[in-house]
């Protein structure tokens, strides 16, 4: 006899002598009671079927290369952090089907381990073009950003799997940069004056080529912006404005050492109805700890 029907059978012969205050008592048993009267006839009861995960990708170790000894991997942290999102209906809307973190060790050979990444419940939790993963690493003192590893979707996850280039680290220390126009410092000149003049400073960077969907992001951003709008989201003013203070920061990268990395520096003037004149620097960045140190001074000179 199977074991559902020697519990049922068991449940049926106490009804059977049992009154009707007893047969409520008997109704109102817990799954335990029922457990335990079950062992005496060395019965159990089938337990119920759970959901497992299933492994979509396998874990893996990333090894990250700090170059110049510039960054101590001992003073970061990791973590995974997995969202699933699917759309649907007529108006399609974006729905949840699963999200999780997972702490990530960074082990003494300066590796990743990253844990396997494993499905949600139901049909769209196991389908990877939902799926949205990124590893972060962060400063353990202020979890400020080291760098992230981004991958959306089955095809950025699938090349995440398969790629074992490393991870390049070089961290670059903070930097004052005089700024020139056609050789005469900017600082307390007309055009800083212009309420139509505008400066913009950026890091241009050639990016590594890497799938759709994938991205790896490092947390040197020198983007700034000086003019003399009262409502504008750029620094008070291109009035007072003195010198380009860069801040330091990691930069990451997959390919070799031949990327180049610029600063450019443009200053853009408003004031003719319908013309714009325009005056740009671009310097390459020495790749090295002391990279925008070693810049000193950029020298915008009028683009034709």
Same mark, same amino acid.
């Given at each position: ?42 019965? %159990? ?11 979509? @990708? ?5 090894? %990250? ?12 942290? !990791? &973590? ?19 999200? &999780? ?10 590796? @990743?381990?990253?844990? !396997?990444?494993?499905? #949600? ?5 196991? $389908?990877?073009?939902? #799926? ?17 590893? *981004? ?10 799997? /398969? ?20 050789? $005469? ?11 139509? /003049?505008?400066?913009?400073?950026? #890091? ?32 008070? *003013? %291109? !009035?007072? #404005? ?24 443009? @200053? ?13 620097? &671009? ?17 915008? @000179? $009028?683009?034709?």
């Amino acid at each position: 006899m199977k074991k559902t029907g020697m519990i049922a059978m068991i449940l049926m012969l106490a009804a059977a002598g049992a009154k009707a205050a007893d047969l409520a008592d008997l109704q109102s048993l817990k799954a335990s009671d029922i457990a335990a009267k079950a062992s005496a006839f060395d019965v %159990l009861p089938i337990p119920q079927a759970q959901s497992a995960a299933k492994v979509l @990708l396998q874990a893996k170790a990333v090894q %990250l290369q700090v170059e110049q000894n510039s960054v101590n991997l001992a003073d970061y942290k !990791a &973590r995974l952090v997995v969202n699933c999102m699917y759309r649907s209906g007529l108006w399609p809307q974006p729905h949840v089907c699963g999200s &999780r973190t997972v702490p990530v060790e960074i082990d003494g050979a300066g590796r @990743l381990l990253i844990p !396997a990444i494993e499905s #949600f419940d139901g049909v769209q939790g196991a $389908k990877l073009d939902n #799926f949205d993963v990124a590893v972060y690493v962060n400063s353990k003192a202020d979890n400020t950003m080291l760098f992230a590893l *981004s991958m959306q979707g089955k095809a950025a996850l699938a090349s995440y799997a /398969a790629d074992n280039t490393p991870v390049n680290l070089l961290k670059m220390n903070d930097a004052v940069v005089d700024v020139l126009v056609e050789g $005469k410092p900017l600082a307390g000149s007309e055009l800083a004056a212009d309420p139509d /003049a505008m400066l913009m400073n950026q #890091f241009v960077e050639d990016r590594d080529i890497l799938t759709p969907g994938m991205a790896l992001v490092s947390s040197v951003d020198n983007t700034q912006s000086f003019d003399n709008y009262p409502h504008s989201y750029a620094k008070p *003013s %291109l !009035a007072g #404005f003195k010198a380009l203070s860069l801040k330091g920061g990691v930069l990451a990268r997959k390919a070799g050492p031949d990327r180049k990395l610029e600063l450019v520096t443009t @200053l853009t003037l408003h004031n003719i109805p319908s013309q714009m004149q325009r005056w740009q620097s &671009r310097i390459e960045i020495s790749r090295t700890v002391d990279g925008l140190e070693k810049i000193g001074a950029v020298d915008m @000179l $009028k683009v034709k």
